[in-house]
């Protein structure tokens, strides 16, 4: 890649625009950073110690769980670092090793999420089936399926985009290395490369959506047919918190990468703080505050075991 570019390192701009609140970003990242990591850590030992929550359900969540903290982990300590250091320089290989970490956990969270809700779709409309079907292999196959096809989907369009010359321009108008602005600066044509992350991202995004709203229109379909209001009430909840993790990340992603890259401005760091860390950090708490048994193995943690 060096032949290719004169390029040895990229400048962020992140949020240098607005001087005058440093401090108060650093703060907000900090403290968004450091909740984040203690809320998913502190989901996956419940999950880890408590053997009510050994089912595939918890299974899927704990790996939703360490997904989020690598998905924060790659941007949001070097945002921090760079506010305090006053340095908005990355290197040409640190810059698609963050675009490309970035990428690769956020194409297999949107995979777990679809395999999430297919979980959710055997536990409602075959209850009486569901242990015998998602079986603990069943649920390891699934989870590495996920992480295998984040790799796969993730690979190609970063290595398009590493072969693109890049002469002089080497200002990152975003507050991390991401695609669209790295296509931006690029002095070659990308428009292959654009139509190629915009092919991938789609397949990725689209199959995946099309697998939740199938998985949630059967489900929907086995609950109108339960007679109880209770027994639908029950089916409903079970389903709650995943419907809304699964609403905001897909609709964040689609408006972030199914589109030109010509649209880049604020409004997609705005957007990007969304996906890349507030969904990290309320993640866990939707799945954790809306659910029984999770808040039920937290004070069995907390009161008996003095674990936590």
Same mark, same amino acid.
């Not at 929550?53 to 760079?82: A, C």
């Not at 949107?110 to 649920?139: E, G, H, N």
């Not at 590495?144 to 993730?154: C, I, K, P, Q, R």
């Not at 969904?279 to 048994?293: C, G, Q």
């Given at each position: ?9 990229? @400048? ?6 607005? /001087?005058?609140?440093?401090?108060? #970003? +650093?703060?907000?990242?900090? %403290? *968004?950073? $450091? ?9 996956l030992t ?43 320089? @990355? ?6 090793? /963050?675009?490309?970490?970035?990428? #690769? +956990?956020?194409?297999?969270? %949107? *995979?777990? $999420?679809a395999v ?182 937290f004070s ?9």
């Amino acid at each position: 890649m060096r032949n290719k570019t004169n390029v040895n390192e990229f @400048i962020i701009l992140g949020f240098s625009s607005v /001087q005058e609140y440093q401090n108060l #970003f +650093l703060a907000f990242f900090l %403290t *968004i950073y $450091l909740i984040t990591l203690t809320v998913n850590i502190s989901l996956l030992t419940i999950i880890r110690l408590s053997l009510e929550l050994h089912k595939p359900m918890y299974f899927f969540l704990g790996n939703l769980s360490f997904l989020e903290l690598g998905y924060i982990s790659v941007t949001v300590p070097k945002i921090i670092m760079d506010i305090v250091r006053q340095n908005k320089n @990355i290197s040409f290989s640190g810059c698609f090793t /963050q675009l490309f970490f970035f990428t #690769f +956990l956020g194409a297999t969270e %949107t *995979i777990l $999420l679809a395999v999430m809700s297919f979980d959710r779709y055997l536990a409602v409309c075959f209850p009486l089936r569901y242990s015998s079907i998602m079986t603990q292999k069943a649920c390891f196959v699934l989870a590495a399926a996920s992480w295998v096809f984040g790799f796969l989907t993730t690979s190609c369009p970063i290595i398009k985009i590493s072969e693109l010359h890049f002469c002089n321009a080497n200002v990152i108008n975003h507050f991390f290395c991401e695609a669209a602005p790295l296509l931006q600066l690029s002095c070659s044509n990308a428009d292959f490369q654009e139509l190629f992350v915009i092919v991938c991202a789609s397949t990725v995004i689209l199959s995946s959506v099309i697998l939740t709203m199938t998985s949630y229109g059967c489900i929907l379909r086995a609950i109108l047919k339960i007679p109880s209001a209770t027994g639908k009430h029950k089916a409903a909840s079970t389903c709650a918190s995943h419907l809304i993790v699964v609403t905001t990340f897909y609709s964040t992603m689609f408006a972030m990468y199914i589109k030109p890259t010509a649209s880049e401005g604020s409004l997609n760091k705005i957007m990007a703080l969304f996906y890349a860390v507030f969904t990290p950090l309320v993640n866990p708490f939707i799945y954790s505050l809306r659910n029984k048994e999770v808040k039920e193995a937290f004070s069995k943690l907390v009161i008996k075991k003095g674990v936590l």
